[in-house]
């Protein structure tokens, strides 16, 4: 759920819809929050104060001090061309580096981060994507993004949320008011307002939470690194015995069916839909019992955290790191293809495709010993490689996932007062349960300049509205037509909204929308999608491909790869990525003939699931 346009043109436009900038606005200060003095342990939140200045939209975002780098090497024979500069392509990049492996990061845009960017309008840093960032606490080791950081010598400094997202859902008799639920950072105080609402499943959402528990807890011993790889699958193992066990008995289970053994009312298993369905787009059936494991607890563990300066910091400190490292990421590189080369297979006549770089549209090219792709696997392999070239699991993907669908977007700068008495950054609203998975259905808010207020102005608040939407509501349309449909929708948006922020229409001073067809340009997502969801009920986390494919020397990495979408999520399958391609490079130990069967055997559950 992105929205990346505005950084791309600030230089160019002017914002499409926004209301007028206060030129002479006085400026308010902030109310400070009791949380806001909450500073995480990572370092310490100092509010930059800027003046809100009309001028401040013809500031080029990054400043001009940043230095875009455009260029890199072609005369090289990268262990690693990376197509993509998304958090999945960074992580492996920095995993990468960091074992001293020669790499090239290929952006198209120019910016890192991708979805978890972030963009500057107006004195307001808008997050492209989602402002909810898990895996950057301290402890364990399912802190991936904190991790990844520290591989190229970075940390991030950050405030933590008190809650993870407050629901406010569709009035019903039990809740004439609506249902009101807020995920408290503190377990036990999550559990206890759920349980107020349903006394008579106290125990059931206990032993439901439980459960997830169980599986964070095995996760958050392990080392994460590549499983698809049966060396280190084994030496784990060995030496965690009880949490692989207890992994492996979840491998397969979607999250609906392990709630429905503990909780019996339906509409707290409606709650567990749309505790699911915020950060996967599917109901509680079709999601894994391993991510909901992941995101149900890390929430309380880790906790929530903000990086300060807003997301799109955690791919800047990432890409510095690489290049300080050796690497090199070069913006403005779009990949127009994926070169492949035949080789022999095994011992016989039989011959296999292999890739061995890519070439850009500018026509440059760069070879390497691995291509890792970033893209969508739907635009890498119809877009980079070729509908005609198709290897059969793609296919096999094809039936058993389709595209989630996009996001509208609405970022707003607003006067203080609109947010007054909030501290909550995120909100869910629904007003009827039947439109939980219809577009338009679920309201996101997020409210980040409530933990940051660096993000925008003094007297002035960041809020972002997002809501799943389809390209096919925005095909066709003349620019005028399109332009209308804009505005129509985010005053739609906007009214919905007065139910948390009343005034709110009042109180906007800026305002630009992006649509699934802007998440599609910018971004260069299929049509605008989030990313894979199942078609029919998934094996568990068994379904999703991990990060090898059929060509050799082929590598996918980001949300179309198992574990799917989130930053976090991403990030494992960077960690997992750069892992299968170090052993595939020989510069870390395997087994070779356990490796090829274990393969083998992996490929085999993957097509019969
Ligand atoms: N709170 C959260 O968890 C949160 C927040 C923001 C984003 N996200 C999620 O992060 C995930 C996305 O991460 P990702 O790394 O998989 O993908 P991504 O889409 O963010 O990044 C892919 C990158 O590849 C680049 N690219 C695509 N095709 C290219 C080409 N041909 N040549 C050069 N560059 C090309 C794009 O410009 C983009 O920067 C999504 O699921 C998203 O929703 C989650
Ligand atoms: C080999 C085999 C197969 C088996 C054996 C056993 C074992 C050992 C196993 C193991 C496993 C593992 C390691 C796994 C791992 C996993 C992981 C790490 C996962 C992760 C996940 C994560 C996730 C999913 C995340 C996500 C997130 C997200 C998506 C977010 C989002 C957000 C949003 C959208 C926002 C919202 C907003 C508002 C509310 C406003």
């Not at 039989?350 to 500018?362: S, T």
């Not at 068994?542 to 930053?567: A, E, H, K």
Request: charged content about 20%; aromatic content about 8%; glycine content about 10%.
């Amino acid at each position: 759920m992105q929205l990346a346009n505005a950084a791309f043109s600030a230089t160019s436009r002017a914002p499409t819809s926004c209301s007028a900038l206060p030129r002479s606005s006085a400026p308010l200060r902030h109310a400070v929050l009791p949380h806001q003095n909450l500073v995480a342990e990572t370092g310490r939140l100092q509010p930059k104060h800027r003046s809100l200045k009309p001028e401040a939209t013809k500031t080029p975002y990054p400043p001009p001090s940043r230095v875009i780098q455009t260029d890199a090497p072609t005369d090289v024979e990268y262990d690693a061309v990376i197509v993509g500069g998304g958090m999945g392509g960074l992580a492996t990049a920095a995993q990468l580096v960091a074992k001293g492996a020669k790499v090239v990061v290929l952006e198209k845009y120019l910016l890192p981060g991708g979805s978890a960017a972030h963009f500057k309008r107006a004195g307001f840093t808008f997050d492209v994507g989602s402002s909810m960032m898990f895996g950057m606490g301290q402890e364990g080791t399912t802190n991936l993004i904190t991790k990844c950081l520290q591989a190229v010598g970075r940390q991030l400094p950050t405030v933590p949320d008190p809650t993870q997202v407050v629901y406010h859902l569709p009035k019903s008799e039990r809740f004439p008011q609506g249902l009101h639920v807020s995920v408290w950072r503190r377990y036990e105080a999550f559990l206890t307002e759920l349980g107020e609402r349903f006394p008579h499943e106290r125990a059931g959402i206990r032993a439901f939470y439980d459960e997830c528990w169980k599986v964070f807890n095995s996760l958050n011993v392990l080392e994460l690194k590549s499983l698809e790889e049966p060396r280190y699958l084994l030496g784990q193992f060995a030496v965690q015995p009880l949490a692989c066990l207890t992994l492996a008995s979840m491998v397969a289970a979607n999250t609906g069916e392990v709630a429905r053994r503990h909780i019996k009312d339906p509409e707290l298993l409606r709650f567990i839909d749309i505790e699911c369905f915020i950060w996967s787009t599917v109901s509680a059936d079709l999601t894994p019992m391993i991510n909901s494991g992941m995101v149900f607890c890390d929430r309380h563990f880790g906790g929530i955290n903000y990086p300060v300066g807003g997301v799109g910091r955690i791919g800047e400190e990432l890409a510095e790191g690489i290049i300080e490292h050796g690497g090199h990421v070069a913006y403005k590189a779009h990949v127009k293809e994926i070169l492949l080369a035949e080789e022999a297979a095994g011992g016989g006549e039989q011959r296999q495709q292999r890739a061995v770089g890519v070439r850009l549209a500018d026509g440059r090219v760069f070879r390497g010993k691995t291509v890792i792709s970033n893209a969508t696997r739907w635009d890498t392999f119809e877009g980079l490689i070729g509908e005609d070239k198709l290897p059969t699991s793609e296919k096999l993907f094809r039936q058993r996932y389709k595209k989630s669908p996009s996001f509208f977007s609405l970022h707003m700068g607003v006067r203080a007062e609109v947010l007054r008495g909030l501290s909550d950054c995120h909100h869910i609203l629904l007003e009827d349960w039947g439109k939980m998975e219809d577009a338009r259905g679920v309201v996101f808010l997020s409210l980040p300049s409530l933990l940051d207020p660096s993000l925008a102005p003094p007297g002035y608040h960041v809020v972002h509205a997002f809501t799943p939407d389809w390209i096919d509501n925005w095909q066709d349309l003349s620019p005028s037509e399109y332009e209308a449909a804009k505005e129509a929708v985010s005053d739609q948006l906007c009214e919905r909204l007065e139910a948390v922020l009343p005034g709110l229409r009042e109180g906007i001073v800026f305002r630009e929308a992006g649509t699934p067809r802007t998440h599609r340009r910018y971004l260069s997502r299929v049509d605008g999608s989030y990313g894979p969801i199942p078609s029919r009920r998934p094996l568990g986390m068994l379904s999703m491909p991990l990060n090898t494919t059929d060509i050799r020397g082929l590598y996918c990495v980001g949300d179309s790869t198992f574990p799917g979408q989130g930053v976090n999520a991403v990030v494992f399958s960077g960690f997992g990525c750069a892992h299968r391609v170090l052993c595939d490079l020989g510069r870390e130990p395997t087994w070779p003939l356990l490796d090829q069967a274990y393969g083998r055997l992996l490929a085999a559950v993957r097509n019969a699931s």
